[in-house]
């Protein structure tokens, strides 16, 4: 099946520091990811859709100037967190739909714990 | 709008016991109905999933009926192990295809 990786995998920053995240569809093409958010014991909430070649779309309550998300190819989404509060730590997960032979069928990343200190 | 619902946990079960955990949902359209483990330290794994009514999703012993009269989505197995230890997650994505909505998780743990 496909395979999507992010990079870092677990990543502890300064409070006030900005941290980029990477996730990379390491077999196919996707020219939509999406990003989301895990809190302890909780779900996955759906923070943005990343369109490769115009702006991502975000979801109602997600700060778009703190959450930049880049779609710099076909196969690569990052996700910025700007000014990064303890607040912001998390586990960020993305996911690819993984075309047509995988029809309406999503692939996630392995996740990316952040820690604000 | 969408949303799923899915009982909550923690389930604690004994080796080879009988799982039920349920799901329902509600969507505009017709949605394709998914469930996901997510296992200690790792990403979250497509488990099984139905495109329509009455499609019925199974694998490794996982087995979900889509049924729309219900609006539900249970998952059910025979006879768990150890290793199905994890949390399972519900979802649903809807016909603008893509975007998915989850069910808060069920944590499973199963005692040998």
């Known amino acids: 099946g496909a395979v999507v990786s992010q990079h870092p995998s677990w990543v502890i920053c300064k409070s006030g520091t900005s941290v980029k995240i990477e996730c990379r569809s390491l077999?196919?093409?996707?020219?939509?990811m999406f990003w989301y958010r895990q809190f302890p014991k909780q779900s996955l909430m759906l923070m943005a859709t990343s369109n490769e070649g115009s702006k991502a779309t975000y979801e109602q309550g997600v700060e778009k100037d703190k959450f930049l998300i880049n779609h710099a190819s076909l196969t690569l989404s990052t996700l910025t967190v700007t000014s990064a509060h303890p607040e912001d730590s998390s586990f960020y997960i993305c996911?690819?739909?993984?075309?047509?032979?995988?029809?309406?069928?999503?692939?996630f990343g392995p996740g990316t714990r952040l820690t604000v200190l | 709008g969408n949303s799923v619902t899915q009982m909550e946990g923690p389930v604690t079960l004994s080796e080879e016991a009988f799982l039920t955990i349920n799901c329902t949902y509600t969507?505009?359209?017709?949605?394709?109905l998914f469930w996901y483990v997510q296992y200690p330290g790792e990403g979250l794994q497509l488990l099984l999933k139905?495109?329509?009514?009455?499609d019925k999703g199974s694998n490794k012993g996982f087995e979900a009926t889509y049924r729309k009269e219900t609006t539900s989505f249970h998952l059910e197995k025979g006879s768990v192990q150890v290793s199905d230890s994890a949390v399972y997650f519900c979802a649903l994505s809807d016909q603008d295809f893509n975007k998915f909505y989850f069910g808060s998780g069920t944590k499973l743990n199963v005692k040998p």
């Open positions: 139905a495109t329509k009514a009455d």
């Open positions: 969507a505009t359209g017709y949605p394709s």
């Open positions: 996911s690819a739909p993984g075309g047509r032979a995988t029809y309406n069928e999503q692939f």
């Open positions: 077999d196919f093409q996707a020219t939509t």
